[in-house]
């Protein structure tokens, strides 16, 4: 691209950088949709988690934004990140968990995925390679997303609910 054409299509490098902003911020909403369309809300989650972790140019993206200091990038990324935990703790929501149970696995889960992101970017053993990538995902999905299905699944959950009661008394069951 010739300055001129960038200038046209642009007019500045801040135009150019908040061009790309919406447009990452338009991809990151309709893949958001896409895997809501999804009914169970476990199969969302796993959904959610397996695209997140394979979407590595929204990796290199976010690790790089994450730290900026354009006002238009936090913005972007406060959007971001308010989208999907919400579409987190809904999803938590339907599975059984009550609205503060729900809000913290939302945040252990999102916060589990933007560490994962920045040792990824740090190439850590056990998160690049395609088959440990995918070995980390299925420990995610297995310890993220409780089951609200059957006796063990509904154990599960109620473990959750449990552990929040007694945080809020103030004991800890210890094993």
């Not at 959904?47 to 994450?66: D, G, K």
């Not at 972007?76 to 703790?89: E, G, N, P, S, Y």
């Not at 913290?104 to 916060?111: D, G, I, N, R, V």
């Not at 409780?146 to 008394?169: K, S």
Request: aromatic share 8%; charged share 30%.
């Amino acid at each position: 691209m010739t300055k001129g054409s960038f200038y046209w299509h642009f007019g500045s490098l801040k135009g150019l950088i908040e061009a790309s902003l919406r447009r990452w911020e338009e991809i990151d909403r309709a893949a958001l949709e896409a895997v809501a369309r999804v009914e169970d809300p476990q199969m969302r989650l796993t959904a959610l988690f397996v695209q997140a972790m394979e979407s590595r140019n929204a990796h290199a993206l976010y690790v790089a934004l994450a730290g900026s200091a354009v006002p238009e990038a936090a913005t972007i990324l406060r959007r971001i990140f308010d989208r999907r935990l919400k579409f987190l703790v809904e999803s938590y929501r339907q599975l059984g968990l009550d609205p503060l149970s729900a809000r913290e696995q939302a945040l252990l889960a999102y916060t589990a995925y933007v560490g994962a992101l920045h040792l990824r970017r740090q190439r850590v053993r056990g998160l690049c390679a395609e088959k440990d990538l995918g070995a980390y995902v299925a420990h995610a999905v297995r310890t993220l997303i409780p089951t609200a299905r059957g006796p063990r699944g509904r154990r599960r959950v109620d473990r959750l609910r449990n552990r929040r009661l007694t945080d809020e008394r103030g004991q800890r069951d210890r094993p």
